[in-house]
């Protein structure tokens, strides 16, 4: 029994740390997302102004 516990909490310690590796490849994807997201819209604008004139 004593190895089936600590097998539990191996494998309970395993998944925190799985959660915590998705958590922050989930930011680091949102923030390239973001980072693009200005850029195309500084361009879009870049444009418009430019083809206004």
Do not use: C, H, P, Y
């Amino acid at each position: 029994m004593n190895g089936a516990g600590r097998d539990k909490e191996r494998d309970r310690e395993i998944a925190r740390n799985e959660e915590k590796r998705q958590t922050i490849g989930a930011v680091r994807v949102s923030g390239w997302a973001i980072v693009f997201t200005i850029i195309v819209a500084v361009i879009v604008v870049g444009l418009v102004l430019f083809l206004r004139r």
